[in-house]
């Protein structure tokens, strides 16, 4: 595996940290991958290590280069911090992956995204709102609806309301119990989905609260839940129908 990290600022806050995996005579029908950009959570006041590396690993070990952007962050105090910085991070991030997929080995028709949190309601941005969209997306306990800007570092839009027939397949989970970022946050976006004829799919755990992660005793927020770990696996297959 080859681990570099390229910085999107001078002072080295924004950054998109490569995992890219070795080729081999055994299996060439590996040498072009799909990936997996990763956008942790963290309320846009900082990227959660739970919902980085530990998330990259996850896909590599199904064969994807994993690709952790770690974006522009801020607090309500910084009077100078919107959503439209860590937005601009995204669609470089994308625009990087495709511009390079040639010579990472990746296949530029076949890149996903996932986001927790905070990172979903900017994953779900680059699905909507962004003119450069990744191919599928993966919404975990996303932030959605602009309501839940008062717990955030800013302002955001409500997602939903710009999901269009263009938006990517969507592969969503939530846990029923999430005290934080009500399940209607999900909800609403599967919706939007259904209207417009994007194809998802979604899941509700029953527990699993906030910020569950890969909800592994070493990786999770507290609340170790074996039924709500399932998500890695489930996300795992419908990409597979997806990127046939």
Known sequence: MKIFTEYFNEDKTVSLTAYLLDNSREMPNMNVRPAMLVIP?????GC??????PIAMLYALEGYHTFVLRYSVGRR????????QPFADGERAVKY????????G????KIAAIGFSAGGHLCSALGTIS?????????AYPCILSEIGNVLACDVPSTNEYVTADTPPSFIFHANDDALVPIKHSLAFASACAENGVEFEMHVYRNGGHGFSLSTPNVCNGRYD???SEWGQQSIKWLRKIFA
């Open 41 to 45: 959570g963290g309320a846009y006041v």
């Open 77 to 84: 105090d910084e009077g100078d911090y919107s959503f439209e």
């Open 48 to 53: 959660s290590d739970r919902e980085a590396e």
């Open 106 to 109: 990746v296949d530029p028709n």
């Open 97 to 104: 992956i495709r511009d390079n997929a040639a010579e990472f």
């Open 131 to 139: 003119k450069n969209k990744p191919n599928a997306l993966v919404l």
């Open 226 to 228: 074996p039924v709500s």
